[in-house]
């Protein structure tokens, strides 16, 4: 396995003061992960060891709380985060077809990132537009009525924009 | 008053008076109905137990309730009305039990846990005879061989036990619950391996594991290849603690003493010497006796630097434990190796030299209640040019196993004795295998060493008992020695904790990392959660010291015979070459 990645001096700062702000209350490990999430994009075990220490309990139960909830990840999202909704609408008009697609554009599975960190791949369940099923959503913008031919050609498209 | 918080209820036919607060479970108990439960441990007495209410094998009717409700998470109440066995119960049951075997591998036959498996019991108890459920997908999951533990987790229950003593009891907190839904497994921490977390291969979660999930690594076959070659002199050195619970894999009543047969056994089954490890406690006590001895007379000169309490070394899951999380105390523990490796650097020493062995031709197998002992055996600083002292280690199952295999009738077996002279042995070895019993073996030497004085009483009752952390106070002429006694590493971090904010006043620690120490060690028969299984084997403990002619270590005739003609005296620097260890920060950073 690969050797992670030692977190920047700031980064472990900030998180062990996102800890002290929860007054490094056990109960609030989820709300403390969130944040921690929020600031650095992801969950890194380094990370993880951190908070357990700070809250006093063993990073296996740290771990276990991550890996339970599926908002939750330990790689670090691409700059563009593709979401496939394989939600029931999307599903019966074929975003399982755009799903592999996307796969093979970009030569990654789900919940990877791509080795140039642009794109990041993940599936979620309805995003409230399912009158435009299929759908997927790069970033926050929202791509309806999708077939397969088109993911090369917007994949494409919003790499150039970059 | 007593009366004011008894509650009366009725389960099937019987009217059963109980405390207030008693679950459905322990109440059924009363009237002897033995509820099946699989996610359910409750070692009375003792912290291990796991009360997820999870399972739900445990169900049983109450009148008025519309669900079924779990008795092993159901407190009584005043004229409840429990069925235990109605078809109602027992068909829920029997689905359940069905329910779990969909996601089992059911190759129970090659299992090793076969015939005492508690999954398996269900399914006879259960009368299961298809298994309705199987055609679907089957989780796929990690297994492990580590020098210790061997870990299969195709075949977990998810009753979770193993994570609440690797929690609550030892507080090692390696083993989570990880993943969801069919993802879920349990886990090392990171679902790393074993070997790379701070897990101390205590074994506890073996011990407790009610399937095939968790369970040691066999070293039988490697031992049968031994045993079978001409070359090599096997010699056998079994615990203190595995003479009181071997009878238990024969089907003799717990708490048998079976030292004898144990010996005839291991010759039977080709060991050419059958020691004692028992031989290595009594060393041990002339060792760390003397250690105490000498950080004490340090203390009472006013040495301030003298570090107090020295802590005893003998469990190496205690030894791992704080190696890892107590780097900055490393000076504490008394530096003597464990009985087993005083056993085995003096087995291929002294005794090696003395019958003109070479050291290569020796293989010395312990014979251990404890699962962490095989990593011990495997640790770099115990060889010598890569020849380990103790080439590998055996647990009482694993010798149950192999007596069975060897056609050998143990229950009808014939005593006999050790052998000379690394079987010679007294009391005070006996009682090492029980939480105090390595504190009262030191202290029945320290107090004549020190005193000059023969004790008046031998027995020291307050070290004594399954409490989680217990003291004394000895007075040694004048001066007040003060002891303590912890068994669990989630008692033993206690001590740990207050030595380091600098709140501990004692002199002397003792530390097993099982409860109970080393009777309940992870290596003995399965207890299943029956705690009398562990009282037996304690009282036994207490028989075999009372039944010896000598009980104090330094009475030992043989151990006095190797000062003599080998060893010099007690820290010599002979002694302390090979009979004791240095440790080293182990801290996972």
Redesign the interface.
Known sequence: MAKEMKLACNVVEQVEAICDKHGNRPGELINILHEAQNMHGYLP?EM?RIIARKLN?????V??VV??YSFFTMTPKGKHSISVCLGTACYVRGSEKLLEEIKRVLNIEVGETTPDGKFSLDCLRCVGACGLAPVVTIGEKVYGRLESKDVKKILDEVAAND | MEEKNMITLTIDKHEVTVPAGTMLLDAAKTVGISIPTLCHIDLKGTCVQNMPASCRICVVEIEGRRNLAPACATRVTPGMVVHTNSARVIRARKTVAELILSDHPNDCLTCPKCSDCELQRLVMRFNIRTMPYNNGEQSVRKQELTPAITRNMEKCVYCRRCESVC?NVQS?????????GFNTTI?????KMFSD?NCTYCGQCVAVCPVGALTERDYTDRLMDDLSDPDKVVIAQPAPAVRFALGEEFGMPAGTIVTGKMATALRDLGFDYAFDTDFGADLTIMEEGAEILHRLKKFLAGDKDVKLPIMTSCCPAWVNFYEHEFPDLLEYPSSAKSPAQMFGAIAKTYWAEKMGIPREKIVCVSIMPCLAKKYEAEREEFKVDGNPDVDYSISTRELGRLIKRANIDFVNLPDSEFDSPLGESTGAAAIFGITGGVMEAALRTVYEVYTGKTLPHIDFNDVRGFEGIKEATIDLNGFELKVCVAHTLSNARKVMDALRAGKLNYHVVEVMACPGGCIGGAGQPYHHGNIEILKARAAAVYREDEGKALRKSHENPDIQKLYKEFLGEPMSEKAHHLLHTHYSDKSIK
């Open positions: 075990e993880q309990i063993p990073a296996s139960k771990y276990g890996t339970f | 929690n090692v907190g390696v083993l989570s619950a990880i993943r969801r886990a090392p921490t990171f679902d977390t």
